[in-house]
């Protein structure tokens, strides 16, 4: 149950409107996009999957300025998006942000088969 909680509150940062390559599709509901989401999971489709993500819309839009302000020295530039000024940046945007989703679809479909629980204590104490 942790783990379905994990990722819910994983993918809602990513979820409000579907990617398609047709075309740009607004979920009505964030709980539609988290259902079809599990869907894609359900049926091994990555595509539909990755359909219940943002990317067209944030790898468009993003604010690079905002985002080295906010997180300045906190993450490497290198992990941030790319300016949206030029469409080059945008799918450079899309690209990244696919593959760090892909990523995450991964081990959370590889920490299903696991039956181990999940602990609240730290992986590492500092």
Do not use: W
Not at 94 to 100: E, F, I
């Amino acid at each position: 149950m942790k783990k379905v909680f994990l990722l819910i509150v994983l993918v809602g940062l990513f979820i409000s409107t579907a990617h398609s390559q047709e075309e740009n599709r607004a979920f009505k509901t964030p709980e539609a996009a988290i259902e079809h989401y599990f869907s894609g999971l359900k049926q091994n489709n990555l595509s539909l999957i990755l359909e219940a993500c943002a990317i067209d819309e944030v790898s468009q839009r993003y604010d690079f300025a905002f985002g080295v302000e906010r997180l300045g020295g906190v993450i490497m530039i290198t992990t941030l998006l790319s300016p949206t000024d030029y469409p080059f940046y945008q799918e450079l945007n899309k690209l990244q942000m696919a593959s760090q989703l892909v990523s995450q679809v991964k081990l959370f479909s590889l920490s299903l088969l696991s039956g181990q629980e999940l602990s609240p204590a730290p992986i590492m104490n500092i």
